[in-house]
C-alpha cells in the first residue's frame, strides 16, 4: 500500500503499475504486462475526472466501475441498487464505516454474499460486497461500484499499462 492518495497524473508518469495480492506495488515503463507465465489478456481502461475506470462484467453486462487501491473492499453504489432493488430487498442489511481523503462516513448498506466479476477475461468471486442504498453525492454516484483491494487479493496480480489505457489481471488465486 502506498501511504498517499495517487491520480492519474503521477500514473501515467509511471507508465505502467502493477499491484501484487501481498500488497506489493510495481512501476515503470518497462515492467512486463504480467507477473505470471500465464496467458494475458486486455481490458479497456478509460480516464475520467482524473479517475480509472474498467469496465467489469457482472450480470451479463459490461459496468463502468472505478478502480480504488486504497479501498479495503469492493462497494456497489446506487446505479447497482437501483437496477437490481428487487433483489436486494432479500439481502441482509448493515452499516459500511468509510474512509478515504473525503473523511469518514457510516451509510446504511444491503450486503451480498458473494457476487462473480469479470476483468480482462478472469472471473473472480468477491464475498460480502457492500451496496449502497443511498447517493454519497460524490462522483460515485455515477458508477456501478468500485473495485478495492479484495478484487486484487483475488489475482495474482492487476497491472494496468496507462500508456495503452489497458488492465491485464493476473491469474485467479484460490
Do not use: C, W
Not at 501484487?20 to 512501476?27: D, E, S, V
Not at 436486494?88 to 481523503?101: C, D
Amino acid at each position: 500500500m502506498l501511504p498517499a492518495i495517487l491520480g492519474e497524473p503521477v500514473f501515467q508518469a509511471l507508465g505502467i503499475l502493477r499491484f501484487t495480492h501481498n500488497h506489493r506495488f510495481q512501476a515503470g515503463p518497462m515492467l512486463p504486462l504480467s507477473g505470471d507465465a500465464s496467458p494475458i489478456y486486455a481490458s479497456p481502461m478509460y480516464m475520467e475526472k482524473l479517475n480509472i475506470l474498467f469496465s467489469v462484467r457482472t450480470h451479463d453486462r459490461a459496468r463502468p466501475f472505478l478502480f480504488d487501491s486504497g479501498a479495503n473492499a469492493t462497494t456497489f453504489f446506487v446505479p447497482y441498487a437501483r437496477e437490481f432493488a428487487a433483489d436486494l430487498l432479500h439481502e441482509k442489511q448493515g452499516t459500511r464505516n468509510g474512509y478515504g481523503a473525503g473523511g469518514t462516513s457510516t451509510d446504511p448498506v444491503y450486503i451480498l454474499d458473494h457476487v462473480d466479476l469479470e476483468l480482462a477475461n478472469r472471473i473472480v468471486d468477491l464475498e460480502h460486497i457492500a451496496v449502497f442504498k443511498n447517493p454519497q453525492n460524490t462522483l460515485s454516484d455515477e458508477y456501478e461500484g468500485a473495485l478495492g483491494r479484495d478484487f486484487i487479493h483475488a489475482l495474482d496480480s492487476l497491472t494496468l499499462d496507462l500508456t495503452h489505457d489497458r488492465v491485464y489481471a493476473g491469474k485467479a488465486r484460490d
